[in-house]
């Protein structure tokens, strides 16, 4: 079982950036897709960003394509979300997911998909 544990939310200004992270324990997650997803208040959890076991394809929310990165060192057994250009829609707890791949390539984007959660960092961007 593998235990995730997300950090570098906060408080920032529109137009800023933060770096979220998510330091894996238990198990190497070098054989688990990962992701991120957000959840603001009275909305459903959705889908943000998720990246391959080995790194070689990502997959983005429409919502924040060209301003997001999602990344992962498995040597550090921990995903990154690189966020810049933020905006007061990205306001929300963001939170690391992970799941066992079956293929190399796989990046699954429905949050019934992922079957272990970190406990979210919030990230608040303000006007």
């Known amino acids: 079982q593998v235990q995730l544990v997300e950090s570098g939310g906060g408080l920032v200004q529109a137009g800023g950036s933060l770096r979220l992270s998510c330091a894996a324990s238990g198990r190497t997650i070098n054989m688990y897709a990962l992701a991120w997803f957000r959840q603001a208040p009275g909305k459903e959890r959705e889908f943000v960003a998720a990246i391959s076991r080995g790194g070689g394809n990502t997959g983005y929310a429409d919502s924040v394509k060209g301003r997001f990165t999602i990344s992962r060192d498995n040597a550090k057994n921990t995903v990154y979300l690189q966020m810049n250009s933020l905006k007061p829609e990205d306001t929300a707890v963001y939170y690391c997911?992970?799941?066992?791949?079956?293929?190399?390539?796989?990046?699954?984007?429905?949050?019934?998909?992922?079957?272990?959660w970190g406990q979210g960092t919030q990230v608040t961007v303000s006007s």
């Open positions: 997911a992970a799941v066992v791949a079956g293929g190399s390539y796989y990046v699954p984007r429905r949050k019934d998909d992922y079957n272990y």
